[in-house]
T-cell receptor, first 113, second 117 residues
Framework: EADIYQTPRYLVIGTGKKITLECSQT?????MYWYQQDPGMELHLIHY???????EKGDLSSESTVSRIRTEHFPLTLESARPSHTSQYLC????????????FGQGTRLTVV | AQKITQTQPGMFVQEKEAVTLDCTYD???????LFWYKQPSSGEMIFLIY??????QNATEGRYSLNFQKARKSANLVISASQLGDSAMYFC??????????????FGTGTRLLVSP
């Protein structure tokens, strides 16, 4: 049973608002990831971290930012939401060894109107 | 750069039959890992099975097995005795650059499986 949590589960917000998507895991994993996924489509890596105070941009350019001040917490922030940000955002974590599976949260479905 | 290709957008199978979902990959790194995930309509990602590039035997987990053909760079998922609950999106993923400090997990475009009674 994965112990990784994302809030909110669903979010509808107006254009221009600042939002933070929360992601927390209780497994002590060093690696954490954020993926963006449009319905029925592939997952695109937008941010990742391999420990406290380390964050990197992923393969898909994103206007979002992330922080990793604590091992268990990896929030994603959009300073000014736009309709093009409408998507599902999935957070994941894994241990450091190469064969470690990634555990995923249930995702946040974001709609910007 | 690493790449995962899933060429089957959708697959249909009857209950109790076996089905194979295709996955090919490309990486220049000799050390890599291949994963399959299931994504039901509820949206969560469920880990199914893992195969390491140096593993001698094909991985199996219950009704799931991975047909790993290294020379062809393929890692097909075989689901035996399909059940209605197997209807979902299935994603193949790869983690390459295994000997470096961070290994990104890259996903394919997915295959939608529909199991009919």
């Amino acid at each position: 049973e994965a112990d990784i949590y994302q809030t909110p589960r669903y979010l509808v917000i107006g254009t221009g608002k600042k939002i933070t998507l929360e992601c927390s895991q209780t497994m002590g994993h060093d690696k954490m990831y954020w993926y963006q996924q449009d319905p029925g489509m592939e997952l695109h890596l937008i941010h990742y971290s391999y420990g406290v105070n380390s964050t990197e941009k992923g393969d898909l350019s994103s206007e979002s930012t992330v922080s990793r001040i604590r091992t268990e917490h990896f929030p994603l922030t959009l300073e000014s939401a736009r309709p093009s940000h409408t998507s599902q955002y999935l957070c994941a974590s894994s241990e450091l060894y190469p064969g470690a599976e990634a555990f995923f949260g249930q995702g946040t479905r974001l709609t910007v109107v | 750069a690493q790449k995962i290709t899933q060429t089957q957008p959708g697959m249909f199978v009857q209950e109790k039959e076996a089905v194979t979902l295709d996955c090919t990959y490309d990486t220049s790194d000799p050390s890599y890992g291949l994963f399959w995930y299931k994504q039901p309509s509820s949206g969560e990602m469920i880990f199914l099975i893992y195969q390491g590039s140096y593993d001698q035997q094909n991985a199996t987990e219950g009704r799931y097995s991975l047909n790993f053909q290294k020379a062809r760079k393929s890692a097909n998922l075989v689901i035996s005795a399909s059940q209605l609950g197997d209807s979902a999106m299935y994603f193949c993923a790869m983690r390459a650059d295994m000997n470096t400090g961070f290994q990104k997990l890259v996903f394919g475009t997915g295959t939608r499986l529909l199991v009919s009674p």
